[in-house]
């Protein structure tokens, strides 16, 4: 089970942090991933990183900007997001996969999803 939490209303230029919180599971072997979707858009790739560590992978519209760690509390994943703009409104999720066939899972290649999480940027 993955909850997203840490979303809000910020405004631009401000930051957020975000938290994918797991449970239930054993999580070692995943790829962890975020995602955003927007009212009337497709679900946005965000970032990708393993839950054991590594290299991780983010969106052009991101990077730079945003950063996906382990975090503080156990089992965690934060998604830090600075200089925030407008255009990063959207729900937020977090999702998991254990089975990928390329460099990092493509979206419909992970299994587990968060609730999603409101992230609000006003200009």
């Known amino acids: 089970q993955l909850q997203a939490s840490g979303g809000g209303l910020v405004q631009a230029g401000g930051s957020l942090r975000l938290s994918c919180a797991a449970s239930?599971?054993?999580?070692?072997?995943?790829?962890m991933g975020w995602f955003r979707q927007a009212p009337g858009l497709e679900r946005e790739f965000i970032a990708a990183i393993p839950w054991s560590g590594g290299r991780t992978y983010y969106a052009n519209s991101v990077k730079g900007r945003f950063t996906s760690s382990r975090g503080n509390a156990k089992n965690t994943i934060d998604l830090q997001m600075n200089s925030l703009k407008p255009e990063d409104t959207a729900v937020y999720y977090c999702?998991?996969?254990?089975?990928?066939?390329?460099?990092?899972?493509?979206?419909?290649?992970?299994?587990?999803w968060g609730q999603g999480t409101q992230v609000t940027v006003s200009s």
């Open positions: 239930g599971r054993s999580f070692s072997t995943l790829f």
């Open positions: 999702a998991a996969a254990r089975f990928y066939g390329g460099i990092y899972p493509a979206l419909n290649e992970y299994e587990y």
